[in-house]
């Protein structure tokens, strides 16, 4: 299967800071890449769908000013907290489909604790 | 109705048994119908996915089998291993819905040695 990375793969930071997270697919151009987030003992919950050169697409309840995307090339999306607090510590992961988009490959998530 | 509700929450299954964990849906445009297995700390990967016009694939020692009347899934693992306990999460994807995988709810398997 496709391979899809993520950096960095676990990051701290202070409360009030702003990290940024890449995905990247290493070795298929990725026209979609998604967005989920997953608590403890939970199941993925999408947060956002990218497509390459337009905005995203956010579910409802996601805020998009503090949850920033950015998919600016066909092998790279970036997700951005801005003003991170501790209730936004969790495990994000991203995933990439090409087209077709009958797949979607995950990346190996990013832990984010906030301080 | 974009629910996917995933059974049982957690199992236990001795090695070399079989383990079987239970999805259904309600949403008919769902097209097709994926498996993730996860282990702690690392993102999900695709274990078997099937499409609604054929009842079963097998691949190696994992099989879905699907029933479209009743709108249900399964996942049978069978010679079951230590090396298996993992989450595995049932999704299923409608093309109309812009790709987006939904999700059940996670079923944590442990296979005793």
């Known amino acids: 299967g496709a391979v899809v990375s993520q950096h960095p793969s676990w990051v701290i930071c202070k409360s009030g800071t702003s990290v940024k997270i890449e995905c990247r697919s290493l070795d298929f151009q990725a026209t979609t890449m998604f967005w989920y987030r997953q608590f403890p003992k939970q199941s993925l919950m999408l947060m956002a769908t990218s497509n390459e050169g337009s905005k995203a697409t956010y579910e409802q309840g996601v805020e998009k000013d503090k949850f920033l995307i950015n998919h600016a090339s066909l092998t790279l999306s970036t997700l951005t907290v801005t003003s991170a607090h501790p209730e936004d510590s969790s495990f994000y992961i991203c995933?990439?489909?090409?087209?077709?988009?009958?797949?979607?490959?995950f990346g190996p998530g990013t832990r984010l604790t906030v301080l | 109705q974009q629910q996917v509700k995933q059974s049982p929450q957690s199992l236990i299954v001795q090695k070399g048994g079989i383990s079987i964990i239970n999805c259904a849906y309600e949403?008919?445009?769902?097209?097709?119908f994926p498996w993730y297995q996860q282990f702690p700390g690392k993102g999900p990967a695709l274990l078997i996915a099937?499409?609604?016009?054929?009842s079963e694939k097998k691949e190696g020692r994992f099989t879905i089998s699907f029933n479209k009347s009743a709108k249900q899934f399964s996942l049978h693992i069978m010679d079951s291993q230590p090396g298996d306990s993992a989450t595995y999460f049932c999704a299923a994807r409608s093309l109309q819905g812009a790709q987006k995988l939904v999700f059940g709810q996670g079923t944590r398997l442990t296979i005793n040695p």
């Open positions: 099937i499409r609604p016009d054929v």
């Open positions: 995933s990439a489909a090409g087209t077709p988009a009958y797949e979607q490959f």
């Open positions: 949403n008919t445009a769902f097209d097709y």
